[in-house]
Nanobody, 129 residues
Framework: QSQLVESGGGLVQPGGSLRLSCAVS????????IGWFRQAPGEGRTGVSC????????YYADSVKGRFTVSRDNAKNVVYLQMRSLTPEDTAVYYC??????????????????????WGQGTQVTVSM
């Protein structure tokens, strides 16, 4: 069974940090890229960061560049999204996705999410006092 499971979301104060996890099974992370997307209430799902081990490339959306960092734990088959300096505008459900290597990581994050077929269930991040 191929599966993606996000965890690590929660409530954090503005300026705080959270680390999200995407546990991956059934997808070879040396082949598939992992994308992080988020969806705020009433908004569409948009790309945050896309990471490819095969190309050695990581893309960050302008809104999170310099604040968010993606990393991979090879032993655990987990991809992390470390989020720092969080603001209320970062409040959203965060999803990870497995994406075949048919495009650059930037294009992966900017493509229509409906074109991506493999998603986790999402984890809620709320940034509030």
């Amino acid at each position: 069974q191929s599966q993606l499971v996000e965890s690590g979301g929660g409530l954090v104060q503005p300026g705080g940090s959270l680390r999200l996890s995407c546990a991956v099974s059934g997808f070879d992370l040396d082949y598939y890229a992992i994308g992080w997307f988020r969806q705020a209430p009433g908004e569409g799902r948009t790309g945050v960061s896309c990471f490819s081990s095969s190309s050695g490339s990581t893309y960050y959306a302008d809104s999170v560049k310099g604040r968010f960092t993606v990393s991979r734990d090879n032993a655990k088959n987990v991809v992390y999204l470390q989020m720092r300096s969080l603001t209320p505008e970062d409040t959203a459900v965060y999803y990870c996705a497995a994406i075949p290597p048919v495009a650059s990581v930037q294009r992966m994050c900017e493509m229509d999410p409906l074109a991506i077929g493999s998603w986790g269930q999402g984890t809620q991040v709320t940034v509030s006092m």
